[in-house]
């Protein structure tokens, strides 16, 4: 293993440790979103220190402003149809293959919140912040640290974008469903996205925020 790839190794052992370790955290005074957003900034956390540490922030991963608005939005336009085509290519033709999951506890506090416009509020800042911190987490450090981990592209940048969509679907269900499965196809559909258009995490944030925001509103 090269230097690189053993630096990359040291942080994805940390970071994924974090990443597992807080979901089994839980403050019952916080609720759902507030655990959410607990668990995201810290891991989130960890990978600045970690990033610090290499001497390197988020901006070298792509945190940085678009310099063409239009292309920005194709961008945008290009991660969600993708991102959806998946999602019905699977409902379609593999769904019924594999087991169904229950409501999410996303689901139930959403609907708990009817009516109730500081609520609602609450939850749409909440969904918008973590979708902020999961493409930081899943785009932006993990994909780039799985893909030093090997070193040779583009074979390291096929693994890195599978394990990173296969590591974003299972820490949404813990579980092997059409809710993993779904959730790991965006992760599939961003992971892809964001290396083909030059690795800017923006307009993949965008998109993830439009995308949550759909779902939400539909239990609102």
């Known amino acids: 293993m090269t230097k690189k790839s053993i630096s990359a190794f040291i942080d994805l052992t940390i970071f994924l440790s974090t990443m597992f370790l807080v979901r089994e955290v839980y403050f019952d005074s916080l609720g759902f979103w507030g655990n959410a957003l607990f668990k995201s900034l810290s891991t989130v956390g960890i990978a600045t220190l970690l990033l610090y540490v290499r001497k390197q922030s988020w901006k070298d991963i792509g945190l940085t402003k678009p310099n063409n608005i239009g292309r920005f939005l194709v961008i945008i336009a290009v991660t969600l149809t993708s991102t959806i085509l998946l999602i019905m290519v699977f409902q379609i033709f593999i769904a019924d293959l594999v087991p169904s999951h229950g409501e999410t506890a996303a689901s139930v506090n959403a609907s708990k919140a009817e009516k109730s416009i500081a609520m609602i509020l609450f939850i ?4 918008w912040v973590e979708s902020f911190l999961e ?10 640290r799985l893909e030093a981990l090997i070193g040779y592209k583009p074979v390291a940048t096929i693994f890195a974008v599978l394990m990173q969509a296969a590591i974003f679907g299972f820490r949404h269900s813990y579980d092997f469903s059409e809710r993993s499965i779904t959730t790991g196809l965006i992760g599939l559909g961003f992971g892809i996205v964001y290396v083909l258009s030059g690795r800017n995490l923006w307009p993949l944030i965008i998109a993830h925020i439009i995308l949550n925001s759909m779902s939400i509103f539909e239990k609102l």
Do not use: I
Not at 124 to 127: H, L, M, N, P, R
Not at 135 to 144: P, V
């Open 124 to 127: 749409v800042t909440a969904v």
């Open 135 to 144: 493409e930081l987490q899943d785009r932006g450090f993990s994909l780039n």
